[in-house]
């Protein structure tokens, strides 16, 4: 199958400062790339679609001035969470997919944690 | 609203029994149909796909759709304490003007040994 890879795994960052995550698909072209968030022992909550070379679809309640999503490349989307705050804590996880149509679907990255003190 | 319904559970199977998840989805004219298995902890990964009305088999694994009952169902057969995880249904549908795949909130399944 597809590989998808995340940097970093692992992020602790004091309240107010800045987190880039970085998602890449490895061995194929991502057309669309989506970011969830998942917090403990809760469902993914799928955040937001982007598409190569436009601007992300943002789902409902997803603050876009805070969550920062460029996908500057079939290859590589990054999610900046901005003057992150303890609330912000929970597992990002990134997924992409090719051209989404009839028997393709989504590969996901491993995921990153971060904790926000 | 295109929903996708399963169970929470936890569904608890003793060891080498099958497990049986069930998923029904609301949108007819959804034609892929995906179940992920996510470890506590991990993200989620593709363990089965299937297109067509009727069964579809891959090691210990077998996906049934059933088209016209809007469901999709997942056995595992001969359980390990290693299947013990939440299984994901995820179904594509056609909806503002691109293909999205639209996600149950998972069934969580314990395998006792």
């Known amino acids: 199958g597809a590989v998808v890879s995340q940097h970093p795994s692992w992020v602790i960052c004091k309240s107010g400062t800045s987190v880039k995550i970085e998602c890449r698909s490895l061995?194929?072209?991502?057309?669309?790339m989506f970011w969830y968030r998942q917090f403990p022992k809760q469902s993914l909550m799928l955040m937001a679609t982007?598409?190569?070379?436009?601007?992300?679809?943002?789902e409902q309640g997803v603050e876009k001035d805070k969550f920062l999503i460029n996908h500057a490349s079939l290859t590589l989307s990054t999610l900046t969470v901005t003057s992150a705050h303890p609330e912000d804590s929970s597992f990002y996880i990134c997924?992409?997919?090719?051209?989404?149509?009839?028997?393709?679907?989504?590969?996901f990255g491993p995921g990153t944690r971060l904790l926000v003190l | 609203q295109k929903e996708v319904e399963q169970n929470s559970g936890p569904l608890s199977v003793p060891e080498g029994a099958i497990a049986s998840l069930n998923c029904t989805y609301s949108?007819?004219?959804?034609?892929?149909f995906f179940w992920y298995r996510q470890y506590s902890g991990k993200s989620p990964e593709l363990i089965m796909s299937i297109y067509s009305n009727g069964d579809k088999e891959d090691g210990r694994f077998t996906a049934q759709l059933n088209k016209a009952s809007q469901y999709v169902s997942l056995l595992i057969r001969d359980s390990q304490p290693s299947d013990s995880a939440t299984y994901l249904c995820?179904?594509?549908?056609?909806?503002?003007?691109?293909?999205?795949?639209?996600w149950g909130a998972g069934t969580k399944l314990i395998i006792k040994p």
């Open positions: 982007s598409n190569e070379g436009s601007k992300a679809t943002y």
């Open positions: 997924s992409a997919g090719g051209r989404l149509a009839v028997g393709e679907t989504q590969y």
């Open positions: 995820a179904v594509m549908t056609f909806m503002d003007s691109n293909y999205q795949l639209i």
């Open positions: 061995d194929f072209q991502a057309t669309t």
């Open positions: 949108d007819r004219v959804s034609q892929s």
